[in-house]
């Protein structure tokens, strides 16, 4: 199963397919939304982080809980195991291609955030729903967006079993064991008891729940990174030039590291990349869609700032950690080769206890979002009869993650990442137009986010074949 999965990997993650279709899409986003993440990256992060609300707005949560659920699915293992992942396959520079797919991927995550909002939907219960498994059937003409919007919920209910589930509590428990020696199953336990008591309450009780911790187990570990810089100061600069040299070049054979070439680098750059901010995989669209926000100009730049901090911030100081203790050839991989650089860089032998807690809380939090995305997808699928039985199942799930092999699940988890995001990425190429002229009429009135409309202007008429259709039509 496990070389199956490598050579469906291989393909869908070439250098003919995936990877030109994410880097593709984000640049010509950028280029047709003139860098709105560059621009409006100061007072997206206002809005965000300070306002955090639109009152009154119709939403289930406000622009902050949004903000902390997809950054709760997103900031996990791929933060901390995906990037010593990268590290061990392609090198140093693979974390350059990370920065790449993270810069312009905010402008995709921007896309599919607005696109989300603007076509939204409320479902039997009176809650918001929408992402790609909406807006893809509404705003592409014909049966060819209706087909596009099903394939991806389809993807997206496995991969939630992969990327959100299997992924995270795996590495949770390999590094409890290996940190305090706890047996993977009590770990497993432990984490399917309080993820189910939390999943029970909807996206109301994921929003609370995050958007109390996701801050501070975000500042935590940034601040453990920060230190490890801090005290090997004088190495940074080195690391920083063999991470760009290594981007283009590839990286010879040394210490406990194979080897690798410039496809290799980019490669497992992109595809590690992709697995922590998301950014044109679409998932993160479907917690925007439950944002209390007054326009989807609105929303789409609060979710963009969410691949800036899971990546230029939280991934960097995974990375540099990483490259400048050397830990990178140690011959060690996934979360332990992070905690080996961690134990490097700081004083005494505690170091790797901040990334196992850093683990933990990450992963926990991943499950909580991921659970909510497969959930939105399901009811699109099958109604909202299938929300129950999907959220036992996947609760489940998470103990069959923690004792399964890990190379097995991590391959499995690239593969359903891949094709959950072609649908996606073929959708926001089709509305770009539609978004770059919506986009440029609210901030021509609204440039810095400060005064948004009484309510929003964009429901309805302007999509790319007239009149939304309801996508079970």
């Known amino acids: 199963m496990e070389e199956f999965l490598d ?47 639109d009152a009154d707005a119709d939403g289930d949560v406000s622009h902050y809980q949004a903000l902390t659920t997809a950054l709760a699915a997103t900031v996990g293992v791929g933060n901390i195991a995906g990037v010593a992942t990268a590290i061990y396959l392609g090198g ?6 990370m920065w790449v797919t993270a810069l312009v991927g905010m402008a995709s995550k921007y896309s599919e955030a607005f696109l989300a909002v603007r076509f939204r939907t409320k479902d039997a219960r009176g809650e918001m729903s929408g992402g790609p498994q909406y807006y893809l059937a509404k705003a592409i003409p014909n049966r060819f967006g209706l087909v596009l919007s099903i394939v991806f919920a389809v993807f997206a209910v496995v991969a939630s079993f992969g990327i959100g589930n299997m992924t995270q509590s795996n590495t949770v428990a390999a590094s409890v064991e290996g940190s305090f020696g706890i047996p993977s199953w009590v770990t497993g336990v432990v984490i399917t008891i309080a993820a189910g008591a939390v999943l029970l309450g909807g996206i109301k009780s994921i ?34 030039a063999l991470v760009v040299s290594d981007a283009f070049t590839g990286t010879a054979a040394t210490g406990g590291f194979l ?32 944002a209390q926000t007054r326009h989807p100009v609105r929303q789409g730049m609060v979710s963009m700032t969410q691949t800036f901090i899971d ?20 011959g060690i991989e996934g979360a332990e080769m ?17 990334v196992t807690a850093g683990v933990v809380f990450f992963a926990f939090s991943t499950i909580l979002g991921w659970a909510y995305y497969g959930e939105r997808c399901m009811e699109r699928l099958v109604g909202i009869k299938g929300v129950m039985p999907y959220r036992v199942v ?38 770009a137009g539609l978004i770059a002229r919506e986009t440029r009429q609210y901030l021509e009135a609204d440039s810095d986010l400060l005064n948004p409309p009484a309510e929003s202007t964009l429901h309805g008429t302007d999509v790319l074949s007239g009149p939304p259709r309801d996508p079970v039509d």
């Open 7 to 53: 050579e469906v990997s291989s393909v869908v993650w070439g250098p003919f397919l995936l990877i030109p279709l994410l880097l593709g899409t984000g640049l010509y986003l950028t280029i047709r939304l003139g860098g709105v993440q560059f621009r409006k990256l100061a007072p997206a992060l206002k809005l965000a982080l300070i306002k955090r609300r």
């Open 92 to 97: 140093p520079g693979a974390l350059f291609w």
């Open 207 to 240: 929003g609370k729940v995050t958007a109390a911790f996701v801050p501070i187990m975000i500042i935590v570990y940034v601040l453990g990174g920060m230190a490890v810089l801090l005290l090997n100061i004088n190495d940074v600069p080195a690391a920083l």
């Open 259 to 290: 080897g690798s070439t410039f496809i290799i680098a980019l490669q497992y750059g992109v595809a590690r990349g992709i697995f922590s901010n998301e950014s044109g995989l679409g998932s993160a669209a479907i917690a925007a869609a439950a």
């Open 311 to 330: 990546t230029i911030i939280v991934v960097s100081m995974t990375g540099l950690v990483i490259v400048m203790t050397g830990a990178w050839e140690s």
């Open 338 to 354: 992070t905690a080996e650089g961690f134990t490097r860089g700081l004083p005494g032998d505690w170091g790797h206890y901040v």
């Open 394 to 431: 996947f609760t489940v799930m998470i103990l069959v993650g923690a004792t399964t092999e890990l190379s097995l699940v991590w391959a499995f988890s690239d593969v359903m990442n891949g094709l959950m995001a072609l649908p996606n990425l073929i959708g926001l190429v089709l509305c």
